[in-house]
């Protein structure tokens, strides 16, 4: 019996050596399985990896737009901060009426604070420019409700606009520029003229 079991267990290893009709078809199928499995893989991996560049193109120049628009924005407050001190050194008029006659533009910093693409923008630009408005909001505050002299809010203006055209609006530019050869390099339109 044994005999007979070692003559089978050879006749096995032989059909697996030289595969018969039955065989041949399973090893067909397994190799386009493995081969559809492997280019769905790659396919999805280059795809994934393309979303993430698109994504990462879109957040720049996003980010650059809302620069943009927080430049002019900024530089549009300075101007009018600079109309009201000018009038309240030269004019002894209502704080109040001058006060609501010249008031600061914050459409751009508000649309920021929903915006996904804030965080893009460097941290020394979000926090002078939150400090700036603050520190204007104060005072506003301040010289509306008489509790400091016009020749002070104007003094503490001007130490604000310095401290803004010094070190928040160069950043704004420099990355600006940044993201500007960035985009560039990429061929992607970035600035609508």
């Known amino acids: ?71 002019a924005e900024l530089k549009d407050n300075i101007t009018i901060m600079n109309k009201l001190a000018e009038s309240l050194s030269v004019i002894n008029k209502d704080r109040k009426y001058m006060l609501r006659r010249h008031q600061t533009g914050k459409f751009v910093w508000q649309a920021m604070l929903e915006s996904d693409h804030t965080f893009q923008i460097p941290a020394e630009v979000l926090t002078g420019v939150r400090r700036y408005y603050k520190n204007l909001e104060i005072l506003r505050y301040e010289l509306e409700n008489s509790k400091i002299p016009n020749h002070y809010f104007i003094q503490r203006v001007k130490k604000e606009h310095a401290v803004l055209e010094e070190k928040v609006l160069p950043t704004i530019t420099t990355e600006k520029d940044r993201l500007t050869r960035i985009l560039t390099s990429l061929d992607i339109s970035y600035d609508e003229k």
Do not use: C
């Open 1 to 71: 019996m044994s005999l007979f079991n070692i003559s089978r267990h050879l006749t096995n290893l032989r059909r697996l050596a030289n595969p018969g009709d039955g065989s041949r078809f399973w090893i067909g199928q397994t190799m386009v399985i493995v081969s559809t499995v492997l280019g769905v893989y790659l396919a999805a991996n280059a795809g994934f990896e393309r979303a993430i560049e698109f994504d990462a193109m879109v957040n720049k120049r996003s980010a650059y737009h809302l620069l943009g628009s927080l430049e």
